[in-house]
T-cell receptor, first 113, second 114 residues
Framework: GQQLNQSPQSMFIQEGEDVSMNCTSS?????WLWYKQDPGEGPVLLIA???AGELTSNGRLTAQFGITRKDSFLNISASIPSDVGIYFC?????????????WGAGTKLIIKP | DSGVTQTPKHLITATGQRVTLRCSPR?????VYWYQQSLDQGLQFLIQ???????AKGNILERFSAQQFPDLHSELNLSSLELGDSALYFC?????????????FGSGTRLTVV
């Protein structure tokens, strides 16, 4: 089946720093979704990407749909304490008639005190 | 508030017991998905219901079962509980039976088995 590999697994950053994380697959996806999970809460959809090469912003967040359709990137500019949490990428499986979401393992963002 | 309601928020129970987790999907959503998230782990898909019918099954143990009722709320039943079943259980919903537009998640039920 399809798999998504997310990196890095975790990141320690200083407040104010820019952050980059990515999600890759050996097979293509037609949609990429980026979710954020705050501690003890459910994931919330941040950005959805539907077209290869697409670049979409949501405030300080910017995500890109890779032109090969096998990867996606999420950037956070000028990080603040409330950016702490786990960021998941996800994509509907093209091998599944239900287009079940395939999930990355997540990138945990921690702000250094 | 995402519109997906899960109850209870916390549950503590003993090994061997049985519990029921409840989920009300967002208004207008016909599909319900159940996920399990163990400590510092990713999201493990358990099962999906669409308009009352089971649509897809993931890594759901035989001790676990679920159903979706005519009013579209869903229940996840966990029986013969083991310590390893301690986890966050999330319910998510979507309008269609497909994941193309993503899912909306509830706040989860934290299950602790002692």
């Amino acid at each position: 089946g399809q798999q998504l590999n997310q990196s890095p697994q975790s990141m320690f950053i200083q407040e104010g720093e820019d952050v980059s994380m990515n999600c890759t697959s050996s097979s293509i996806f037609n949609t990429w979704l980026w979710y954020k999970q705050d501690p003890g809460e459910g994931p919330v959809l941040l950005i959805a990407l539907y077209k290869a090469g697409e670049l979409t912003s949501n405030g300080r967040l910017t995500a890109q749909f890779g032109i090969t359709r096998k990867d996606s990137f999420l950037n956070i500019s000028a990080s603040i304490p409330s950016d702490v949490g786990i960021y998941f990428c996800a994509g509907p499986s093209v091998l599944d008639s239900n287009y079940q979401l395939i999930w990355g393992a997540g990138t945990k963002l921690i702000i250094k005190p | 508030d995402s519109g997906v309601t899960q109850t209870p928020k916390h549950l503590i129970t003993a090994t061997g017991q049985r519990v029921t987790l409840r989920c009300s999907p967002r208004s207008g959503d016909l599909s319900v998905y159940w996920y399990q998230q163990s400590l510092d782990q990713g999201l493990q898909f358990l099962i999906q219901y669409y308009n009352g019918e089971e649509r897809a099954k993931g890594n759901i143990l035989e001790r676990f079962s679920a159903q979706q009722f005519p009013d579209l709320h869903s229940e996840l039943n966990l029986s013969s509980l083991e310590l390893g079943d301690s986890a966050l259980y999330f319910c998510a919903s979507s309008v269609s039976g497909q994941g193309l537009g993503g899912y909306t998640f509830g706040s989860g039920t934290r299950l602790t088995v002692v």
